[in-house]
């Protein structure tokens, strides 16, 4: 094979949402009757980085391609539940890792604990403290890694072992200075980072509507697609691959009528495609690079709107933004219930205005329920109702007080996530009203907000918009917190509040330096798994989704990262339309979908009439879509559409104006 090669291959090709907008690059204007071809390229970063990826896919930001991660990991845990002891005297501990038949140019080797004496495969390695505490970190030269198993020897240190991988497979302990070992009581808290290529990665396009694929008209023609093909640009060094697979089907999200992934070349025409290219290496210095995705569809046209004089006046239209990752989400349960009702939760939002004023309500009464960092700090899980109901003095901290906000938020309809800092927790709450998520500091940690139940919301003052935690860290990142106000609530000893806006600097900012949120919001329910220690020590469970930039480098304690923004703010209570053509000019096919935790149903209204309710359609109860007819008059039509979930809260409105000439 050729080295750096590069493969063009043609394909059929099918995508997953609407998120990515591909470029249009040629094609013929559509006309009834008539065959038309069109290709178009998804290879930019933005399009590639809209993509959804595992952990070993790498989108590379000034080349806009795709490779596999430059790094992997080799773990033995997930560090839940840990316990710590101390190796002195005669006792040793020993970690194997096995990497297989490639090493290394060089690793990170660390340790949730304090530095001491190590040794990997006999050469001596120096620790320093990680800047955000609680792990140790040492550098290794990619000369004393071999392939096949490595041995760690780790004496006068303290180390964390994993109380749930016992008894462990790569974890010893000898008390006799190593002439015999035995199994540790858990697999040790070490974690090791190859600077090597991962085997194997998988990014996964968003759907492609294939009668629209530009998205530059809302009112897509109808059409029968005849034939899709694709080509791929490649660069492949020796020992590397690319296989690009796709599916199909005629429904906005892919379901059980969709196609089986299967080799592009082989894919059955439909109008919503989706594909995925797996990328591959036996040369684990290396990767492949996927460049461009170029796709060619050739359709027959049925009905073209512009033939029709149909037009679009003024569109609402926000897109749905769906994770990589999968999320567990709080559902209506009898907790739920009884959080709202025993503490009356409705009536404490109810003088609210608007809906921000109703979540620093909530905000406000969770930060008086105890006066701040208390003895339960020790004891308290994540359940709002075991925190509220505790004795005094036994509530706990800032993850307590984070925790109770989001689910009594969650209680009453909203949709809310926890947050964790760099040495705090915060909350996220989902705002229709700025359509976005909206960072919730509930127990804030100003000295003078202390003894008066201070809580803070950070504002924007150029865009004049709450900020989310991604907001606030890329301003901490970037060097750019002259534009955060910080919103200060303090009590005022009449039972109230008082509102102070300020100005910190940069250096009080540190908190969010970095930021990870957990994979579900359903504790109230459901508690394991979780990280037991949370909040009472440094983050040590591998559990957590990181947001990764160039300020996590330094942290490479953690296997879990992202920099894909759709990662961290998909979108929720939002619904995106598709208007289609039909061979009756005065009829419009009107496609929706949306992700709405706990969704109960579609509302629209046309013109002025009277609202129309739609159960939506799909396996998963809070991603649905649904369809219908919209019927048309000569001059303006209007429609608006919003979802509306279990707890009766609507959703944000989207709308639509249609010209009838």
């Not at 004089?309 to 569109?315: D, E, R, T």
């Amino acid at each position: 094979m050729m080295r750096h090669a590069k493969l063009r291959n043609l394909v059929p090709l099918i995508v997953l949402s609407l998120l990515v907008v591909p470029q249009l690059v040629q094609g013929e204007e559509a006309a009834v009757g008539k065959t038309t071809t069109a290709t178009f390229s998804v290879g930019s970063y933005d399009r590639f980085n809209a993509c959804y990826r595992d952990r070993n896919i790498d989108v590379e930001t000034q080349r806009g391609v795709v490779m596999l991660a430059p790094t992997e990991y080799i773990t033995h845990e997930v560090g839940n539940k840990i316990s710590k002891t101390t190796l002195k005297g005669g006792t040793i501990a020993r970690v194997v890792f096995d990497l297989g038949a490639g090493s290394a140019s060089k690793a990170e080797l660390c340790l949730f604990g304090s530095a001491g004496q190590a040794k990997l495969n006999g050469v001596p390695l120096s620790f320093q403290n990680s800047q955000f505490g609680g792990w140790s970190i040492a550098q290794v030269d990619g000369k004393s890694l071999k392939r096949g198993a490595n041995e760690l020897q780790l004496r006068d240190l303290t180390i964390a072992w994993d109380r749930e991988t016992a008894p462990p497979k790569n974890s010893f302990v000898s008390t006799d200075g190593g002439q015999r070992w035995g199994p540790a009581d858990g697999e040790f808290l070490a974690r090791l980072r190859l600077f090597r290529r991962p085997p194997q990665g998988v990014i996964t396009s968003e759907v492609i509507d294939l009668a629209c694929p530009s998205e530059k008209d809302l009112i897509c023609p109808l059409l029968t697609v005849r034939d899709v093909r694709f080509r791929m640009e490649t660069e492949a060094p020796g020992g590397t691959s690319i296989a690009l697979e796709a599916r199909s089907g005629d429904s906005l999200v892919p379901d059980a009528n969709w196609t089986d992934w299967a080799t592009a070349e082989k894919i059955k025409p439909a109008r919503y495609v989706q594909w995925r290219a797996t990328l591959k290496t036996d040369n684990r210095a290396v990767t492949p690079v996927l460049k461009d995705v170029q796709v060619k569809v050739e359709t027959d046209v049925l009905a073209d709107p512009k033939d029709q004089g149909l037009s679009v006046k003024v569109a609402d239209n926000p897109k749905v933004v769906r994770s990589s990752y999968p999320y567990a989400l709080q559902v209506p349960s009898r907790n739920l219930t009884t959080l709202r009702t025993k503490w009356n939760l409705d009536q404490i939002v109810a003088p609210g205005k608007t809906e921000l004023d109703k979540f620093v309500l909530l905000r406000n009464w969770v930060r008086r329920q105890w006066p701040h960092n208390d003895n339960g700090s020790g004891e308290r899980t994540w359940n709002a109702i075991e925190i509220l109901s505790a004795p005094d003095d036994h509530h706990g901290m800032c993850v307590h007080y984070g925790t109770t906000f989001a689910q009594c938020a969650l209680a009453l309809g909203y949709n809310a996530r926890q947050i964790i800092l760099s040495g705090h927790f915060v909350a996220d709450v989902w705002s229709n009203e700025y359509r976005k998520w909206v960072l919730m500091d509930v127990e804030c940690v100003q000295k003078e907000g202390w003894d008066r139940y201070g809580t803070a919301l950070y504002w924007d003052a150029k865009s004049k918009q709450p900020m989310s935690s991604l907001d606030l860290h890329r301003a901490v990142v970037g060097n750019s917190v002259q534009n955060i106000v910080q919103r200060f609530y303090l009590t005022d000893g009449g039972g109230g509040y008082t509102l102070n806006e300020r100005q910190y600097g940069p250096e009080e900012y540190g908190n969010f330096r970095r930021f990870a949120y957990p994979e579900r919001n359903n504790y109230l329910d459901q508690l394991e798994p979780w990280e037991e220690y949370h909040g009472q020590d440094h983050y040590h469970a591998d559990s957590h989704l990181w947001w990764k930039d160039s300020a996590l480098e330094i942290s490479p304690e953690f296997t879990w990262t992202t920099n894909r923004e759709g990662d961290i703010d998909w979108t929720v209570n939002t619904v995106h339309f598709t208007l289609t053509a039909t061979e009756d000019p005065s009829k419009l096919d009107v496609m929706l979908d949306t992700v709405t935790p706990n969704l109960k149903e579609f509302q629209y209204r046309i013109g002025e009439g009277k609202g129309t309710s739609l159960k939506g359609e799909g396996d998963d109860p809070h991603s649905r879509r649904a369809q219908f007819t919209w019927n048309l008059n000569n001059g303006e039509n209007r429609i608006e559409v919003r979802p509306v979930n279990l707890f009766g809260r609507e959703g944000v409105v989207s709308s639509v104006v249609v010209v009838k000439q």
